[in-house]
């Protein structure tokens, strides 16, 4: 890490990273980007596989069940360890590879949104991916990129960087060229930018000195990488652990009791480990992951890009989704309706202070100067641009010093209010210029009436100046020389498309910079006949304590500022489940607000950087998709743990209870993992299940009193049928201990496999479709589960044939379970519909 470079001038830095103001060249560049390389901890595809096949079996339960079996096999007893380690492999196998299927699609979804720097190779400018910056390049900078290496700054213009993430300081910093004491502290070294910081407004040109790990972003973040968890993975992580505990408690009670029982202690041990590995939700992460990454992979098919995989559930729960206007209510392609004068006449002059001023911008691109740009202006020399003073959200004003051989002016556009400040003379079309002050209510009437009618307007001054070095002081004392009417018509579909978000119980906000007028006109065109309007100045005068009450009535929030939105947002997630929808920087603050954020495939870098999600069209319909993907995935990771809590767990409840009672084990420790490895292949195909469609038309949040009254109400249930299937073993068919441990076996089985298709909907289970992968794999389950006692090699796991007698009581056995499983569920989900 080079540091202190802030008190030395770009001149020292070219020659000591022999770079130059044009850049490195290319060969250059790659070598640097080898060498930052080397230096990297660099894992190949084999050691990532070999990394994660271990840790397949990290937990604990399996570990200490291997160390058992190894152990047993030294004390003489050979029979269990293949069998036993067979089955524990085969199943860490089959969560490897869905595992690393997961993970290559979270990497392919990383390199589509992989952030891009502007840079100078050989004199060039050239786009390239951020993470490929080395030391010397010399970095193109402007409004809303994000900065990828710690910089020295070669030139500025009204720079100014949000350094938030380093600083805790909100307010964007001034930044400059110059040079700066060695113990300058981090705020006020005013002549370099820093890697995790963005662009807020200006332009720069900067040489990077420090990359990667390197800088003081990148350190910060080694130290203390840690992300916050989202509201569906502290659940299932706390549920998680509330299973472990009971399976642990309960295991240890058992080899307790077994060994107070005298029964043989190596064999008392590897039950009660196999019964905590079969009671433990081990499947859990696995299950999780796979259903997220396959929920991003439909997504992505859908045209949504999830940045952070873990946000996938929560875009199921949003019942409100906060937007602008522009892109997503409207078309987004805007285009001049017309440029007129303080009386309302077309004015050709004006015309060309808005086409040059557009022209000659070096800001971000937006919407607004490409129309510009497409004005037909008479042809004849083009004028020379002399200085420029970008836009920002403050002034909310652009200006642009040209010089037309004739004159210098300084054009400015903007913001109509902001315009209408620095103006004290007015210019008509007939060439007149008036003061200001008597044409102003005429001026401002227009205007009213420009918004009613739909129109968004912005104005245009100039003045002739004398110099070329402009500053942010020169706008003052300008000549206002008119409107400029921008249309963007609504989406033909639009008002289709939000019905769509209301039966998905999403109701939809609007959040706009444009005056209340035009949001009303807006509010009109979507149908909503009386719409509430609330206006930035009227959310200065609301309490705290009472803007969240105030904002749930509101359609239409209408002359916001950037900063405002933030304090809507987080007053809105008083009632509602949020997400944000923007593509600017000033979007930011209220992306990062939101319990979702989105932005777009074009938006600027740090509001992508900032967001969950990526549309690739920024289109409601595309979005409207994504619920329903996240909403799947949501509702497909919690039938997973319904299933766990319900019958598997009621079956090894049973299981451990009978233990106490028979003198001999209800299940050898090698059944029960046998039964764990059968009904491991359908439940890892949970995850890309169909889901009906009533459960995607809500929002769905996770509950924890509703599963654990699940779990209490179903475990008893399926208790209760083990118990029929105890006593009809052992009384009715009077079975001895290897045939009860097989009809045990049987009957474990293939409730835990038909239990699939009850609880994995809400309807009756005839009534819903599961999906191809979910019904082949449970019936080739089912066959396993019921031919393999006949089989010879059976007898290695203590399994053996069964009468047709002793099959039929056990299938009706079974038979019940399903019936009445079924009945139970639709009880259980109308009580408790709510939840």
Known sequence: MTTNFWQFDTNYWFTKLNSSINGLNENEAAERLYA?????????????????????????????????????????????????????????????????????????????????????????????????????????????????????????????????????????ARKEVGIINTDTELSKRTNCLWQGSNIVSGT?????????????????????????????????????????????????????????????????????????????????????????SAGAKRMLAKKVIVKKLSSIQNIGEINLLCTDKTGTITEGNISVHSIIDANGNPFTFAQKLAYWNAFFQTGYNNPIDEALKKINIPSENIPEKIGEVPYDFIRKRLSIAINTQNEKLLI???????????????????????????????????????????????????KTIQHTDIIINDEAEMIFAGFI???????????????????????????????????????LSLGIKKPIILTGKDLLKISAEALPQKVKRVHIFAEVEPQQKERIIRALRKTYTVAYMGDGINDVSAINAA?????????????????????????????????????????????????NTGSTFGNMFSVSIASLILPFL????????????????????????????????????????????????????????????????????????????????????????????????????????ASKYLFWLSLIGIIITITLPYFNFAKQAGLYAMSIKELGLLLFIVAGYIFTADILKVWFFKKYKNN
Request: hydrophobic share 45%.
């Open 36 to 172: 930052s390389k080397q230096n990297k901890k660099h894992y190949s595809a084999l050691q990532k596989d070999f990394y994660l096949f271990a840790r397949q079996f990290k937990n604990p339960l399996v570990l200490l069940l291997i160390g058992a079996v190894i152990l047993s096999a030294f004390l003489g007893d050979y029979s269990d360890v293949f069998i036993i380690i067979f089955i524990v492999l085969s199943s860490g196998i089959l969560s490897f590879f869905q595992e690393r299927n997961a993970g290559r699609v979270v990497e392919k979804l990383q390199s589509l949104i992989a952030l891009k720097a502007t840079v100078l190779r050989n004199g060039i400018i050239k786009e390239i991916i951020a993470t490929e910056v080395v030391t010397g390049d010399i970095i193109l900078l402007k409004a809303g990129d994000m900065l990828p290496a710690d910089c020295l700054i070669i030139e500025s213009n009204e720079l100014h960087a949000n350094e938030a993430s380093l600083t805790g300081e909100s307010y964007p």
């Open 204 to 292: 720069a040109k900067a040489i990077a000195i420090n990359t990667g790990k390197q800088t003081i972003f990148g350190s910060i973040v080694q130290s203390a990488s840690s992300r916050s968890e989202t509201t569906f993975e502290k659940g299932i992580k706390d549920f998680g652990f509330f299973l472990m505990r009971i399976t642990l408690v309960l295991s240890f009670c058992i080899l307790i009791v077994n060994l107070l029982n005298h029964k043989n202690v190596v064999e008392s041990a590897l039950f009660a480990l196999a019964l905590a590995v079969g009671m433990a939700p081990e499947l859990l992460p696995a299950i999780t992951t796979i259903a997220m």
């Open 412 to 462: 400015s556009k903007g913001a109509f209010n902001e315009i209408i400040s620095i103006c004290n003379t007015a210019q008509l079309n007939n060439g007149n210029s008036l003061p200001i002050t008597p044409l102003l209510p005429t001026i401002n009437k227009l205007y009213e009436s420009f918004g009613e009618k739909g129109f968004r307007v912005i104005a245009i001054c100039y």
């Open 485 to 523: 009417l921008l249309q963007d018509p609504i989406k033909e579909d639009i008002v289709n498309t939000i019905e769509k978000l209301h039966k998905l119980k999403v109701q939809l906000k609007i959040i706009t910079g444009d005056n209340r007028n035009v949001a009303k006109c807006i509010g």
């Open 595 to 643: 319990d979702i954020g989105i932005s777009v495939d074009n938006a600027v870098d740090v509001a992508r950087e900032a967001a969950d999600f990526v549309l690739l069209e920024k289109k409601l319909s595309v979005l409207i998709d994504g619920i329903k993907e996240g909403r799947k995935t949501f509702s497909n990771t919690l039938k997973y743990i319904l299933i």
């Open 666 to 769: 209800p299940m050898l420790p090698k059944q029960i993992l046998l039964t764990n490895f059968i009904t491991d292949f359908p439940y890892l195909s949970i995850a890309s299940d169909n889901v009906d469609a009533e459960q995607l038309n809500k929002p769905g949040k996770w509950n924890l009193k509703m599963v654990s009254r699940y779990m209490i109400i179903f475990g008893i249930h399926s208790s209760l049928f083990d118990v029929i299937t105890f006593l009809v073993l052992l009384y009715g068919l009077k079975l001895k201990e290897a045939s009860f441990q097989t009809g045990w076996f049987i009957e474990s089985c293939l409730t835990q496999l038909f239990v699939l298709f009850i609880l994995r909907t809400r309807r009756n289970f005839f009534k819903s479709k």
